[in-house]
């Protein structure tokens, strides 16, 4: 009995200096992590860090964003009689210049009959104006008007209004996040490719 006892306490002594030294490495490794740098950090588990961001639902929750944006957007009110139509296709002409009837149908993704009718009554209201295509003299091009450009500048002013002035109310820190963040966005649009279905048609 008494060798049992003692080859007993033998084996306990064995396994208490053994979680001993685990005890004393997982402390030496905490210590190392929690004074490391954030780059150290990063330079640890890099595979981790970079799972923990899923790109897909990254790129769905900023499709959500936007979806959201224009909406709301598009419900402002931009006074002087623009309609959401009206300021679409004049930010087309004064941001990429003057267009084609047939043109600017495409890239409002409606029918040009509709797109004439739309042309007919913002040239009534002094916004665009027909003139020429220097590039082919049997047909004009759309341009928008010093009328016009003063008008969508004040109705997208209206329309940013009220989020302009939600971003004011953000501390500092916020407004340079969120400037940063447009930034970042802006590139990665820039580098999409983005498919054209008028060419896949």
Request: charge should be positive; aromatic fraction near 0%; charged fraction near 30%.
């Amino acid at each position: 009995m008494g060798k049992k006892s003692k080859g007993k306490d033998k084996v306990k002594k064995k396994d208490r200096k053994k979680a001993q030294r685990i005890a004393a490495a997982e402390a030496a490794a905490l210590a190392e992590v929690q004074t490391a740098t954030p780059s150290s950090v990063v330079e640890l588990e890099p595979e981790r860090l970079r799972r923990a961001v899923d790109t897909t639902e990254l790129a769905a929750r900023l499709a959500g964003l936007s979806t959201v944006l224009q909406r709301h957007l598009s419900r402002a009110h931009a006074g002087e009689g623009l309609t959401r139509a009206r300021l679409s296709a004049l930010a087309l002409l004064v941001l990429g210049g003057p267009r084609t009837l047939g043109d600017l149908a495409a890239a409002e993704h409606v029918r040009p009959p509709t797109m004439t009718r739309l042309v007919h009554a913002m040239e009534a209201d002094g916004l665009v104006a027909r003139q020429k295509n220097p590039d082919d003299g049997r047909s004009v091009v759309i341009n928008a008007t010093p009328h016009g450009v003063e008008q969508l500048e004040r109705g997208r002013a209206r329309q940013i209004a009220p989020l302009a002035e939600t971003i004011s109310d953000l501390e500092r820190a916020e407004r340079q996040q969120l400037a940063d963040a447009a930034d970042l966005l802006g590139r990665v649009l820039r580098q999409t490719a983005w498919e054209n279905p008028a060419e896949d048609a």
